[in-house]
């Protein structure tokens, strides 16, 4: 087929749009000249203008910027190309007009000029998708760009604070090295000194050193025992009831008053007490040395088995506990001015006249007391200190009860612990302080007189507790265990050093049920008003096992396990036991004739 010759020039145009569109990403610089010269002049004009506007700011712009601005040309240059399409479509058009052309041949132009229009819509959406994802590639090679700034400052400040712990190590290190250099001249002078004892040839040297070394050991031991025996008064602060909450006669906290009689118990031990206590022995029944004004070494013949100082403050743990106890078991019956006087007697006088009598040689060996002098036996206090103590409470809180009232049946009795749980170990501590503490602390027996204290506690709340469940039908189970516990500290203090762990186990049992037999007969023939309920529960614990105690040092306290008893010192233990009793009931009724005598005097004194 033989084309007019006017339409020559149209289909070289076609052909040259052909070969832009298939060169045009890689050459597309290329295609925009030749476009442009074959299309109009202006357009030339504006499009090397704008190329020469894209050189100079590719030159000032990133990477990023430049690849935008060449799609951006891209994107002009196939504007141009579709300008020029569309104008040899128009002229393809007019040429049909004018001349008589194949209808087939104009229809393969026209197939070719929409082929080539399609094939730029398609070049034209690629380059669109192109810049979108140049765009958000940017975004994220900025994100990307700051979050390595931001490391790179952590670096920096990592770096420094390495160098920081770099110099903090070296200077440890410098002083490492001076402590390890002193340890080392340390242990140079130990070598000498050992070396100096191995060349001592006096055997009364080696003696004299050994016993300076016991005794500042010894020392050591017992300021721990005195810190042990002071956990008692917070037990009993500790440990609460109903009753507990309710005020003093005169209106004063309960606790409160707990600090008035400890005031009262240390004031009366040191200044009067003691003395009473562990002076001078007369014919065995009272001290009469005043260790308050004189020295203790003043007399060549009074040397002390443990220094002064340690010893009063040992032994004023022993003066707080009976204080407690009384104070306890008297409870919001008297005012607090009345309390802190009845601890004032009680350290002045109640436990260190009898305590004379019983341990007058633990501290100066020459004296004796006189129940000391006939053998009787109580190695930390059950009867000294808790028996005492609790039939002295029990005299006042039976004959106040006939001062008062009758109990009102109507109303429900409950029966409280007396010792909370935190009470409880507390005791336990200062029990391993009330029986270790005058032993050496070179002795072997100290670890198996712990867990004496120990056995006897558990199988006294055990036995306590497994009695009321099998026998009552009430809710005071708790009450009675956490009472049988103290009940067999009270009982194996008078001999926890000379029993074996199967009799420490029996002894605690068997007061934890004492405990319970003789809180009822308490209830039952002397103290039967509703509050003489916690009274009876501290007495049954410190005054029938502390009785108990002392009857357990004949029956069990020989050289074998369940030995025959000794009968010969049971005896002299009833005989001790009588007299704690009867002595606690006098000063009991002298307590309460000083008491009577001071409400008497302080309306004249008005």
């Not at 010759?5 to 030749?34: G, S």
């Not at 391993?432 to 006897?456: E, R, W």
């Not at 002397?526 to 357990?552: E, N």
Request: proline residues 4%; glycine residues 6%; hydrophobic residues 45%.
């Amino acid at each position: 087929m033989t084309l007019p010759p006017h339409l020559i020039p149209t289909l070289h145009r076609l052909l040259a749009v052909l070969l832009c569109t298939l060169l045009l990403l890689p050459y597309t610089n290329t295609i925009q000249a030749e476009t442009k010269k074959k299309a109009t002049e202006p357009a030339t004009k504006t499009t090397q203008d704008n190329e020469k506007q894209t050189d100079s700011q590719n030159e000032k712009s990133t990477p990023q910027e430049q690849a935008k601005s060449q799609i951006a040309n891209s994107m002009v240059n196939i504007d141009v190309i579709q300008q020029t399409l569309e104008a040899l479509r128009m002229e393809v058009e007019s040429s049909k007009e004018d001349a008589n052309i194949n209808s087939s041949s104009v229809k393969t132009i026209r197939d070719g000029l929409e082929l080539i229009d399609s094939k730029l819509k398609e070049t034209y959406s690629g380059l669109d998708k192109s810049r979108s994802s140049i765009s958000s590639n940017t975004q994220a090679i900025e994100k990307l760009q700051e979050d390595l700034l931001a490391s790179s400052r952590d670096m920096r400040a990592n770096t420094a604070d390495l160098g920081s712990q770099k110099s903090l190590i070296e200077d440890n290190s410098i002083r490492l090295y001076e402590i390890l250099i002193q340890i080392s001249s340390i242990s140079d002078k130990v070598d000498e000194f050992a070396k100096a004892l191995e060349s001592v040839q006096n055997a009364d040297q080696k003696q004299d050193l050994r016993l300076a070394v016991g005794s500042d050991l010894n020392r050591l031991w017992i300021m721990l025992s005195i810190i042990l025996t002071f956990f008692a008064p917070l037990a009993f602060v500790l440990s609460s009831n109903r009753n507990h909450y309710k005020p003093l006669a005169d209106g004063t906290q309960q606790h409160q008053g707990v600090v008035l009689a400890c005031l009262g118990v240390f004031l009366g031990y040191f200044t009067i007490g003691f003395s009473l206590m562990y002076g001078t022995s007369t014919s065995g029944w009272v001290g009469t040395s005043s260790y308050l004004l004189t020295p203790v070494n003043a007399d060549p013949n009074m040397l002390p088995a443990i220094p002064f100082t340690e010893f009063v403050l040992y032994q004023i743990g022993f003066a707080i506990l009976a204080a407690m106890i009384v104070y306890v078991t008297v409870g919001r019956q008297l005012s607090s001015t009345a309390h802190m006087l009845l601890a004032l007697f009680v350290g002045a006088i109640l436990i260190p006249v009898f305590g004379h009598w019983v341990w007058a040689s633990h501290f100066i060996p020459t004296n004796k007391g006189w129940l000391e002098g006939v053998g009787f036996i109580d190695q930390a206090g059950s009867i000294t200190i808790n028996a005492v103590a609790a039939w002295f409470a029990f005299i006042i809180v039976w004959k106040l009860g006939h001062s008062v009232p009758p109990p009102e049946h109507a109303n429900k009795e409950f029966d409280d612990p007396v010792y909370s749980s935190s009470g409880i170990l507390l005791l336990w501590l200062s029990w391993l302080g009330f029986t270790t503490g005058t032993l050496p602390v070179s002795s072997i027996q100290i670890p198996a007189v712990m867990l004496n204290v120990g056995l006897a506690g558990v199988a006294g709340g055990t036995m306590a507790f497994l009695h009321y469940v099998l026998f009552h039908a009430d809710q005071s189970r708790i009450a009675r265990a956490l009472g049988g516990f103290v009940s067999g500290l009270v009982a194996i203090a008078a001999c926890a050093q000379s029993v074996t762990f199967a009799e420490a186990i029996v002894i605690g049992a068997v007061a934890g049920l004492l405990q319970n037999i003789g809180f009822s007969l308490l209830r039952k023939f002397f103290l039967r008003q509703s509050w003489q309920i916690r009274p009876s529960y501290l007495i049954a614990i410190h005054g029938v096992a502390g009785i108990w105690g002392a009857i357990a040092v004949a029956l069990f306290g020989t050289e074998e396990s369940f030995a025959t008893p000794n009968f010969t010192q049971l005896v002299t233990q009833l005989q001790g036991i009588a007299a704690a009793i009867a002595y606690s009931i006098a000063m009991a009724y002298l307590a309460l004739f000083l008491l009577a005598f001071r409400k008497k005097a302080q309306p004249a004194q008005e």
